[in-house]
């Protein structure tokens, strides 16, 4: 499995969200020499297919975003189905439950080989607490993290995906042992979009993230490679 990152430029990981193949390559090409994995999540994967996995993987290892949530032995089916593609990192929802994740868990390590660090998503950095009301919890975002995290840790998750405000919440609750990928990162000045709980690179690193998820700051900026680069040498940890 991938080990934690030895530096700042191994912290950084981009989404290369787009439907197109060819300008997914050309944009993980601009900024691969940059950062530490590439993000290949639902938009390319439902437009592209599979197929997408492997030029990006001769540019860096990826990070395959595909949030699985169903019943335990369709995740599960569907982690050997991916086992061939080799991703680094694979996610799947913690709400989910223990039974699911425990077979993600169980799938990938049955594949053999160098397994996928599995991931569980807590709650999406685009969700706020009235929100979460609205899917009747009615724990507030900090809570419900923490409450998901140690379940998905339990359950034999490898790491958890949190927004950047719940990341010194977590390292306090469950320490350093969780491995910590962090989307909601907007460096100071940008568009939030649809994100909502939200930090700079920086703050998120300072707090205890392992890695970030940066997408459109860096894929939408007129040089992606100059703005993946102004954000590494942004953080300190
Ligand atoms: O699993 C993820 O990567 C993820 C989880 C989450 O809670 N929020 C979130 O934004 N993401 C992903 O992180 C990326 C963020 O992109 P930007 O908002 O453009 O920086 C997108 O590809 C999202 O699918």
New binding site residues.
């Given amino acids: 499995m991938l080990s934690r990152p030895d530096g700042p430029r191994g912290r950084l990981i981009v ?1 290369i ?1 787009t439907p197109t193949l060819p300008r997914a390559e050309t944009l993980a090409a601009q900024v691969a020499p940059e950062v530490g994995l590439l ?1 290949l ?2 938009e390319l994967f439902c437009a592209a297919g599979p197929s997408a996995l492997a030029p990006l993987r001769q540019l860096a290892p990826v ?1 395959l ?1 595909l ?1 699985l949530h169903d019943i335990p032995n369709t995740v599960a089916g569907a982690l050997g189905s991916l086992a061939p593609l080799r991703p680094a990192m694979v ?1 799947i929802h913690a709400a989910g439950g223990p039974a699911m994740i425990a077979a993600a868990r169980r799938a990938a390590e049955a594949a053999g080989g160098d397994r996928p660090m599995i ?1 569980a ?1 807590t ?4 969700i706020d607490a009235g929100t979460l009301r609205a899917i009747g919890v009615e724990a507030d975002p900090v809570e419900q993290v923490v409450r998901l995290a140690r379940m998905a840790l339990e359950a034999g998750a490898d790491g958890l ?1 949190c ?1 950047p405000r719940e990341v010194a919440p977590i390292r306090a609750a469950l320490g350093e042992g969780p491995r910590l ?1 962090v ?4 460096p100071a000045g940008s568009d939030i ?3 909502v709980r939200v930090a700079t690179p920086a703050e998120a690193v300072a707090d205890g993230a392992d890695w970030i ?5 860096i ?1 939408g900026a007129a040089d992606p490679a100059a703005a993946a680069r102004a954000i590494v040498a942004s953080l300190t940890r």
């Fill in positions: 989404a969200d993000k999540g639902l990070f975003d949030k996610t991931l998503v709650v999406l950095t685009s995906v927004s990928v989307p909601g990162i907007r979009g649809d994100q998820v940066v997408g459109r700051p894929t």
